[in-house]
DNA sequence: ATTCTCACGTCAACTAAGTTGACATTAGAA
DNA sequence: TTCTAATGTCAACTTAGTTGACGTGAGAAT
């Protein structure tokens, strides 16, 4: 016998019986982020890099010539955190450090020409998926899913 | 000069340019997340519980008297994986084992009274911020909500 | 009645992505 | 010079997982 086909590795959806209305919407957030950043993962993995040197490479690319502690503000983890994954990613010259041209004491980062192809092809697997859905419901679906999403994120 | 503020923790929303009409998209899932989940893993650890444990809980209260082994499959982890947080909610008796009735070789799980509260109590911490936010849009905006969700949540 | 096998349990070593604390460096500001 | 702010680095720890190896207990098979 073939061993029931033991299907995808994680969560699968629309096993578990429902004791609450809303549980159906819980399980989609679980679901959502996992589907939004699956494939994007997996181009990361390809290259030797994970989600934290996305959310690096992220950041630098809409605020170029942010300093290490802004970054670290924004990313909301320790410079020690920080250190590795960047430090790679300057090592592999996806991203330049300059100290600021005269005034400061503080070290700018910068996308290079190859950071910014990996950040725009990463990120661009993750708003492939999230256009494609909001195909599906068109724009005032869209417009819909954005609100709900704000209200949800005013939560932090 | 005062130190601009230093807001909140994380990331916080809305300080970086968009590059693409998306961008905003994308990090409403990144912040969505953060925003259910928040009140739900603050009440947790005062329990001394975590996500891992949260994610028992909740599979085992909507699929009573299931074994170890679906579990696993459920959650996608190892069973070595889900020792540790398992053994702790036996222990406290958030949720009790018994080898199957006549047949069967396997363990089946379910939930103490004790266990049901606590696990209702997360659950409902994170469906209250899902209320909320589908009251301020209304019914349609829900329903969008989900198709939009469920749309992505199939990139799995 | 022994053996096989399945479901479960557990030990060890490892990885990823963080944390805190302590201390060093470096370069403008006083 | 000295002070201090921004950055860098070392060490030890935590959480939440991974793989591999091996042990146990009970039903099934011969």
Redesign the pocket.
Known sequence: MQKTATQAPGLHRASLTKLNELDAALELMYYGWRGMTLAADEYLAALGL???HHRILYVVARRPDI???ALIEVL??????L?R?L?LLLERKLLV?K?SPE?????LLRLTAAGQRIEQSASDHERKVLREAFDRVGAPGAAAWMAVMGAIADNN
Do not use: D, F
């Open positions: 994970s989600r934290p300093s290490i502690g909301g983890i320790s410079k020690q955190a250190n994954p430090g450090s100290r005034q400061h004491r503080s070290k």
